[in-house]
T-cell receptor, first 114, second 112 residues
Framework: EAQVTQNPRYLITVTGKKLTVTCSQNMNHEYMSWYRQDPGLGLRQIYYSMNVEVTDKGDVPEGYKVSRKEKRNFPLILESPSPNQTSLYFC?????????????FGPGTRLTVL | GQQLNQSPQSMFIQEGEDVSMNCTSSSIFNTWLWYKQDPGEGPVLLIALYKAGELTSNGRLTAQFGITRKDSFLNISASIPSDVGIYFCAGQSGAGSYQLTFGKGTKLSVIP
C-alpha cells in the first residue's frame, strides 16, 4: 500500500531534550516536506527536500533541522525543543514534474513540549 | 509570502444540502488542490486542478480552477454525515517551485 508513515504518532517531552520524528514514504517520491498545523494558522511548511541531499527552508524553519540521506526517509530533528514547538506535525511527499502538486500526507505526529 | 483566503471558516448544514466553499489569492497559482482532514488524521487529497477554467468532479465533489488563476471553489452535493471534517485549499505557483500555500480551512458540520 502506497503511504507516508510517521513515528511516533504522539510524543510528550520536556524543554531542551533533543528529539527526532521520522518520516518514510514507499512511493519513490523525490519531493518531501514537513508542515506544522496550529489552530487558526492552518498548515505551515517547515522544511522541504527536492531530492537526496537537497533540503531547503520553508516558511517556519527556526528551531528545526532535517536531513535527506535516503530518498524514502526525511526525519525532522528538534535539537532543543521549546514549548512553542508544541504542535501537530505532518510529513508529505510527492513526485516532481507533471502533476507534482499532489502531495500525500502522513497521519501526523502530535508533539507536546513541557 | 503568498496567502490564501478561504471561506467560510465554518459551516453547519443539514444532511442532504449542497455545500460551497472557495479560496482566493492575490497571486496566480498554476495548481489548485483540495484536501479533507478528518480528526486525528492527515489531509487527504480530494481533487487536483492543473488548468485555468478546469472543472473536475470526484463523486459528489466538484471543484473549479478559476479563469484568473487566483481562485478556486469546491462544491459538495447532497451532503452526508461522513462529509464532516476540515477542508483545505492549497495553491502551487509552479515555475520550478513545488511549495504549497494552504488556506486556513473550512470546518464542515453536517446535522443528520
Amino acid at each position: 500500500e502506497a503511504q507516508v508513515t510517521q513515528n511516533p504518532r504522539y510524543l510528550i517531552t520536556v524543554t531542551g531534550k533533543k528529539l527526532t520524528v521520522t518520516c518514510s514514504q514507499n512511493m519513490n517520491h523525490e519531493y518531501m516536506s514537513w508542515y506544522r498545523q496550529d489552530p487558526g494558522l492552518g498548515l505551515r511548511q517547515i522544511y522541504y527536500s527536492m531530492n537526496v541531499e537537497v533540503t531547503d527552508k520553508g516558511d517556519v524553519p527556526e528551531g528545526y533541522k532535517v536531513s535527506r540521506k535516503e530518498k524514502r526517509n526525511f526525519p525532522l530533528i528538534l535539537e532543543s525543543p521549546s514549548p512553542n514547538q508544541t504542535s501537530l506535525y505532518f510529513c508529505a511527499s510527492s513526485l516532481l514534474g507533471g502533476t507534482s502538486g499532489s502531495q500525500y500526507f502522513g497521519p501526523g505526529t502530535r508533539l507536546t513540549v513541557l | 509570502g503568498q496567502q490564501l483566503n478561504q471561506s467560510p471558516q465554518s459551516m453547519f448544514i443539514q444532511e442532504g444540502e449542497d455545500v460551497s466553499m472557495n479560496c482566493t489569492s492575490s497571486s496566480i497559482f498554476n495548481t489548485w488542490l483540495w484536501y479533507k482532514q478528518d480528526p486525528g488524521e492527515g489531509p487527504v487529497l480530494l481533487i487536483a486542478l492543473y488548468k485555468a477554467g478546469e472543472l473536475t468532479s470526484n463523486g459528489r465533489l466538484t471543484a473549479q480552477f478559476g479563469i484568473t488563476r487566483k481562485d478556486s471553489f469546491l462544491n459538495i452535493s447532497a451532503s452526508i454525515p461522513s462529509d464532516v471534517g476540515i477542508y483545505f485549499c492549497a495553491g502551487q505557483s509552479g515555475a520550478g517551485s513545488y511549495q504549497l500555500t494552504f488556506g486556513k480551512g473550512t470546518k464542515l458540520s453536517v446535522i443528520p
